[in-house]
């Protein structure tokens, strides 16, 4: 899920105050969060036949989270937009203004 979250997001989210195996763990986590609701989005805007693609490359076993972020990228024009907005939207959510 490299391609989700830019190396600079332990500073983005202001996550350098934590050890550093905290500061992996969260980056998973918010890494996962945003995969998710990436695969929720992008259902809604593939086509049938895309759909149905998306299904048999999920069904494989052998099939990385970064293969499914390949697919879409491919498959939805404005893949790169929708992962930012996302992103913001999750950091906007999580993170209490002080």
């Not at 036949?49 to 990228?73: H, R, S």
């Not at 930012?84 to 002080?98: A, I, P, Q």
């Amino acid at each position: 899920m490299k391609n989700i979250l830019p190396s600079d997001i332990v500073k983005e989210w202001g996550l350098e105050s934590l050890p550093e195996s905290k500061q992996v763990e969260m980056v998973e986590r918010i890494g996962k969060i945003i995969y998710q609701a990436l695969l929720v989005k992008s259902l809604d805007i593939l086509t049938e036949k895309e759909q149905i693609e998306f299904d048999l490359l999920l069904d494989e076993d052998t099939t990385t989270p970064d293969d499914v972020m390949g697919f879409l990228q491919v498959k939805i024009p404005n893949f790169e937009k929708m992962v930012l907005e996302e992103r913001k939207n999750l950091k906007n959510d999580l993170l209490l203004k002080v």
